[in-house]
């Protein structure tokens, strides 16, 4: 399917969903600029986004993959491509695969995890196969047992391994603690989280002749957001035009930052998927522009609307549902996620407002503590692993909660990790 003029996209939309028919009620018929439409408010979108009673398709779904997107385990939130739009979204991401560092003949494996609706094996294996290049795929996956991982990777003599960080590094110490290296291996291409400089030494003993690159950047539910730009800081992306419209918004006026080098909310919009238009939508990062008129931007961290600790998603929403759901007398006032990374591994802190934080609460954070990790397995599981640290809860007074200096408005998220 070609890339659709904004105008076309618009106009369908309206007239196929009820909810961008709702959301755009009050704009005049014709919209010819993206600016006059507003983002979308990702708390309703997703309400309307259900698998029964579904207000967002522009159809009956009769044919679609459905993927899980993040967030807990209570309130799942599905993307659904169909085969036209998986096969387009994958060829685009496969040919920004070589611009990344993907050569001719290239063994590449994939260790993304698959299974229960995620997305991102099929997607690396699909983009792998529809590359522009020929290559060698091998489908093992993050969940296969270490050695027979490494034994996989030997007999083949691997030269591109693509997976999470965590994973990537997991690996890694598993062959440094065996005395075991990966020579062979050129690339790492990671994907999903943050790569921090704490973890490269780690990943140069195993793999001391590979480069860690990002694969790119793309999400089941934004869909494509920037090829991978080579260089020294993998952070930095590549717009995916014409298919893709990437905007920065500043965060005091909501409006598309012009300038490079000011920090905002990334928006996307999509022009080629109809069956679940993503138009103005949050990707839930934070970014600047490098170079704005080539649509190069860097990647700054998580935005409020969502937060990654390791391997795992939470939406804040979520969050706020479960720690009212939990407090049975009502005690919070307010809260923060806050990430912060300590020896070597990331940690979610829940920030608490109560009246009295010196009083004992012992029992309420128990409580809150269990409720979400009982909603979102996925973190009990990276920290036996060792791979995240404990969640854990800071209690504070409502007005020590961190705001906006200019707005005064709360901060959802604090991402305190280093991104330099």
């Known amino acids: 399917m070609p890339v659709q003029s904004f105008a076309e996209l618009i106009c369908f939309a309206r007239n196929n969903s009820s909810f961008y028919r709702d959301l755009y009620a009050g704009l005049p018929e014709q919209v010819t600029r993206l600016t006059d439409l507003p983002v979308v408010p990702q708390a309703d979108f997703w309400r309307a986004n259900a698998p029964r009673d579904n207000r967002l398709l522009t159809a009956p779904l009769d044919e679609a993959v459905v993927f899980r997107s993040g967030g807990t385990t209570g309130s799942p939130k599905f993307s659904y491509y169909t085969r036209t739009e998986w096969r387009e979204f994958t060829t685009a991401f496969g040919a920004g695969l070589v611009r990344a560092g993907l050569k001719p003949g290239h063994r590449v494996a994939d260790l993304f995890y698959a299974g229960d609706l995620y997305a991102s094996f099929s997607f690396v294996l699909d983009s792998l196969h529809r590359s522009p290049v020929a290559n060698v795929r091998l489908p093992i996956g993050g969940a296969a047992p270490w050695e027979s991982t490494a034994a996989t990777l030997e007999e083949f003599r691997v030269q591109v391994v693509a997976g999470t960080p965590t994973t990537l590094c997991s690996l890694a110490e598993r062959l440094s603690c065996a005395g075991r290296t990966l020579p062979d291996v050129e690339l790492l291409f990671f994907g999903g989280e943050c790569l921090f400089g704490d973890q490269v030494p780690l990943l140069r003993a195993a793999f001391p002749n590979a480069e860690p690159r990002s694969l790119g950047y793309a999400s089941v539910d934004a869909g494509l957001l920037g090829e991978a730009v080579p260089g020294d800081d993998p952070r930095v992306h590549r717009a995916f035009i014409p298919y893709t419209v990437v905007e920065i918004l500043c965060d005091e006026t909501d409006r598309p930052v012009e300038g490079n080098g000011v920090p905002g909310r990334l928006i996307v919009t999509d022009l080629r998927r109809r069956l679940m238009p993503v138009l103005r939508y949050p990707a839930g990062d934070r970014a600047e522009w490098v170079d704005r008129d080539a649509g190069v931007f860097r990647i700054l961290g998580r935005a409020e ?110 991402d305190e990790r280093p991104h330099s």
Do not use: F
Not at 356 to 378: I, N, Y
């Open 305 to 414: 609307e969502g937060v990654r600790v390791g391997p795992v998603s939470l939406y804040t929403e979520d969050v706020h549902h479960v720690v009212k759901a939990a407090d049975a007398s009502g005690e919070v006032t307010g809260l923060q996620l806050v990430v912060r990374r300590w020896d070597g591994r990331d940690g979610l802190v829940l920030r608490l407002a109560v009246a009295d934080p010196g009083k004992d609460h012992a029992g309420l954070a128990e409580s809150v503590v269990a409720a979400l990790l009982a909603q979102r397995p996925l973190y009990v599981t990276a920290t036996a692993a060792g791979h995240v640290n404990p969640l854990t809860v800071e209690w504070v007074r409502h007005r020590d909660l961190a705001v906006n200096s200019r707005s005064g408005k709360l901060i959802r998220v604090i």
